[in-house]
């Protein structure tokens, strides 16, 4: 059988932890915990719904939330529609005006465009040199009329980090909702909604080691009566978000989410030193180049632009599993929109690959990629610097 290649694409999705896997299975067959949540009237039904709130104060204790705060959904894609077509929704009136960003995740950027069709104005923040969507920014763009500013906590492409705070303050000021979407974030920075200035958070399991196909959405006080449900049909989820309820999927988020919680200061130590090893062996690779900020930063997921040469980027993609510019995105093809919001042209953003690193990373795979990725360089010619 063909040697796997190494992984290093964790921001496009995780392998299911072991741990996570145990729980999800016990929820589905006939001795195991397959009720309905919604069959309060036996127990299996209890027991399932047992299963589910204890599930949803596992995710919530991981970022400050009460868990009657969290809403269960289909993942980061379905909260982030949610959030921006519900909040949008909700205000009633036609018209006004919304926040985002040229560097947020398509579910969000085609959400906004959606909004747009339906008469929202929508401003595209540019980022930073650093990839970054600062206050100053932010506070410039707020109108009269701006109700939802929808920005990334961490950038799935650049693993830069945001100043979520600064911002908040900002949104808060002018009395309109902020939407964060944490699904990159989760487990890899400290969030903590109890102190946030932020309304509404957007969560996915696969992103941290749980199953694909389920996602949460934070609502804070101040979005309670502001957000209008997309999925109707039998009022689940206080009326949010109708559907019954994935047991077996929640169950895995919620430990997924608790096991990041545990191992946090464990993993934040190692994939630091994991980032640095293979950063130090790269940086004698002549021209290469980190894109987002250097220092406000998570150390999982680095992009790196080669020099120009005969860097190729499709060979190394037997031995290496990254991502040419994000797993969101090679669908289409496009050259990544979060480069090009960079400064970089289509030529200099084929040349760059997003890897990232993760719970199952060694200090093995890090030196092998490093000298697959030097091999590939070597064949460049000279005249590089
Ligand atoms: C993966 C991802 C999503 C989509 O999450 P799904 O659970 O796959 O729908 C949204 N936003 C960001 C930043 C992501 O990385």
């Known amino acids: 059988m063909n040697k796997r290649?190494?992984?290093?694409?964790?921001?496009?999705?995780t392998p299911v932890d072991e741990r996570v896997i145990k729980v999800m299975v016990e929820c589905l067959g006939f001795t195991g915990n397959f009720g309905n949540p919604a069959s309060s009237s036996h127990a299996f039904g209890q027991q399932a719904r047992q299963t589910v709130e204890h599930a949803r104060r596992q995710v919530a204790n991981l970022v400050g939330a009460e868990a009657d705060q969290i809403v269960w959904t289909s993942g980061a894609t379905?909260?982030?529609?949610?959030?921006?077509?519900?909040?949008?929704q909700a205000r009633g009136v036609a018209g006004g005006h919304v926040i985002t960003s040229q560097i947020e995740h398509k579910a969000v950027l085609d959400t906004a465009r959606q909004l747009q069709d339906a008469g929202v104005a929508v401003t595209y923040l540019v980022p930073d040199a650093d990839g970054l969507i600062t206050a100053q920014a932010v506070s410039e763009a707020m109108r009269e009329d701006t109700f939802l500013v929808s920005l990334m906590l961490v950038n799935n492409e650049l693993g830069t980090v945001n100043d979520i705070a600064a911002i908040g303050d900002i949104v808060r000021a002018r009395d309109a909702l902020f939407h964060v979407?944490?699904?990159?974030?989760?487990?890899?920075?400290v969030i903590d909604l109890a102190q946030l200035p932020v309304d509404v958070m957007s969560f996915s399991a696969h992103k941290i080691y749980g199953p694909k196909g389920i996602g949460a959405l934070y609502v804070?006080?101040?979005?309670?009566?502001?957000?209008?449900a997309q999925?109707?049909?039998?009022?689940?989820?206080?009326?949010?978000?109708?559907?019954?309820?994935?047991t077996h999927q929640i169950a895995a988020m919620g430990v997924a989410f608790e096991l990041a919680a545990q191992l946090f200061e464990d993993e934040k130590v190692i994939v630091a030193g994991l980032h640095e090893r293979l950063l130090e062996q790269l940086s004698s690779i002549p021209g290469v180049r980190l894109n987002g900020s250097p220092s406000q930063r998570i150390p999982h997921t680095l992009s790196l632009t080669f020099a120009e040469g005969e860097f190729n980027s499709a060979a190394l993609s037997h031995s290496i599993a990254f991502s040419a510019t994000s797993a969101c995105n090679s669908a289409s093809n496009a050259p990544s929109h979060v480069l090009l919001a960079l400064g970089h042209d289509t030529h200099s953003a084929s040349r760059t690959i997003r890897l990232s690193l993760g719970r199952f990373t060694t200090a093995q795979d890090i030196d092998q990629a490093a000298d697959l990725i030097k091999a590939a360089c070597t064949s460049a010619p000279a005249f590089w610097q």
């Open 5 to 13: 290649p190494l992984y290093f694409d964790y921001a496009a999705t």
């Open 78 to 88: 379905e909260s982030n529609n949610l959030a921006l077509k519900g909040v949008a």
């Open 181 to 189: 979407d944490a699904a990159q974030g989760a487990g890899k920075v």
């Open 220 to 228: 804070g006080p101040r979005a309670q009566q502001r957000l209008h």
């Open 231 to 246: 999925i109707h049909g039998g009022g689940h989820e206080g009326g949010l978000r109708s559907g019954t309820l994935a």
